[in-house]
């Protein structure tokens, strides 16, 4: 039987993230004028990248940078996920109390990474604190009175109320499974939800994305010339969604311009 190898799957995740962090960069880059929350899903990707680099390095940086900080960062992202969401959405969120939440999760994960380490009791203030976020952030998209946004919100919904049961249910392993010596060294059952979170992942940026080209197909028509019904092209299919975002990122005058 093949060895599992969680530091190349873990790597394989910070490669793919960073890679959706640079499609959400360009993203907010050519919709930065509309205040749709792009820009808080682009520092989502990219706090939660930087934090697991910052986890990687474990043993050639200190534990306050390489336990304390990295999981920070991880944690602050997913709360810009819920702001960013919120904009979406156009929900009004007060963003102080999750500021106030967000420094007793430090204070909290700082004891047990570094007065008491408890490997353990790390997995359990990270994904039980977490939990309500994304249940949260799954809740506004399922509540939004509109229903045009609710609807294209909908595949985003589905990858955070998974989320939400992936860390409860990693909550309850850490609390009644077997010992865990190290990160990369954990129960299999932990290591199938860690890699689980990452699919999860996977399917919320490529969701976002659809989220995103969802509404831009949604909007008035933007000063271009319709094609008369006697016109050559009349009455043909116009591009996909897909195509339509793509030119937008990527318009044919070129990205450098």
Same mark, same amino acid.
């Given at each position: 039987?093949?060895?599992?190898?969680?530091?190349?799957?873990?790597?394989?995740?910070?490669?793919?993230?960073?890679?959706?962090?640079?499609?959400? %960069?360009?993203?907010?880059?050519?919709?930065?004028?509309?205040?749709?929350?792009?820009?808080?899903?682009?520092?989502?990707?990219?706090?939660?990248?930087?934090?697991?680099?910052?986890?990687?390095?474990?043993?050639?940086?200190?534990?306050?940078?390489?336990?304390?900080?990295?999981?920070?960062?991880?944690?602050?992202?997913?709360?810009?996920?819920?702001?960013?969401?919120?904009?979406? #959405?156009?929900?009004?969120?007060?963003?102080?109390?999750? %500021?106030?939440?967000?420094?007793?999760?430090?204070?909290?994960?700082?004891?047990? &990474?570094?007065?008491?380490?408890?490997?353990?009791?790390?997995?359990?203030?990270? +994904?039980?604190?977490?939990?309500?976020?994304?249940?949260?952030?799954?809740?506004?998209?399922?509540?939004?009175? /509109?229903?045009?946004?609710?609807? /294209?919100?909908?595949?985003?919904?589905?990858?955070?109320? #998974?989320? &939400?049961?992936?860390?409860?249910?990693?909550?309850?392993?850490?609390?009644t499974g077997d010992p865990i010596a190290?990160?990369?060294?954990?129960?299999?059952?932990? +290591?199938? #939800?860690?890699?689980?979170?990452?699919? #999860? +992942?996977?399917?919320?940026?490529?969701?976002?994305?659809?989220?995103?080209?969802?509404?831009? &197909?949604?909007?008035?028509?933007? %000063?271009?010339?319709?094609?008369?019904?006697?016109?050559?092209?009349?009455?043909?299919? %116009?591009?996909?969604?897909?195509?339509?975002?793509?030119?937008?990122?990527?318009?044919?005058?070129?990205?450098?311009?």
């Amino acid at each position: 039987m093949i060895p599992f190898d969680m530091k190349t799957s873990i790597f394989t995740y910070i490669l793919v993230n960073h890679i959706y962090s640079i499609v959400l %960069g360009i993203t907010w880059y050519r919709n930065r004028t509309r205040r749709w929350g792009i820009g808080f899903f682009f520092a989502d990707f990219v706090f939660k990248s930087a934090g697991m680099t910052l986890a990687c390095l474990r043993g050639a940086l200190p534990p306050v940078i390489s336990i304390v900080a990295a999981n920070v960062l991880m944690f602050s992202g997913t709360l810009f996920m819920l702001f960013g969401m919120a904009r979406f #959405l156009k929900v009004r969120l007060r963003q102080r109390p999750y %500021g106030l939440y967000t420094l007793l999760f430090t204070v909290l994960y700082a004891i047990c &990474a570094l007065v008491y380490p408890d490997i353990r009791a790390r997995i359990v203030i990270f +994904s039980g604190m977490l939990a309500p976020v994304v249940a949260h952030t799954a809740w506004l998209v399922y509540t939004s009175p /509109h229903k045009d946004l609710r609807s /294209h919100a909908s595949p985003a919904g589905i990858a955070f109320a #998974l989320f &939400a049961v992936v860390f409860g249910v990693r909550v309850a392993c850490a609390l009644t499974g077997d010992p865990i010596a190290s990160y990369f060294h954990a129960p299999i059952t932990d +290591s199938f #939800l860690t890699i689980l979170c990452q699919v #999860l +992942s996977v399917y919320l940026a490529y969701a976002l994305l659809l989220m995103i080209s969802n509404r831009i &197909a949604d909007l008035p028509d933007r %000063g271009t010339v319709p094609l008369t019904p006697q016109g050559p092209g009349a009455g043909a299919p %116009g591009p996909c969604v897909c195509y339509r975002l793509y030119r937008k990122i990527f318009p044919r005058k070129g990205l450098f311009r």
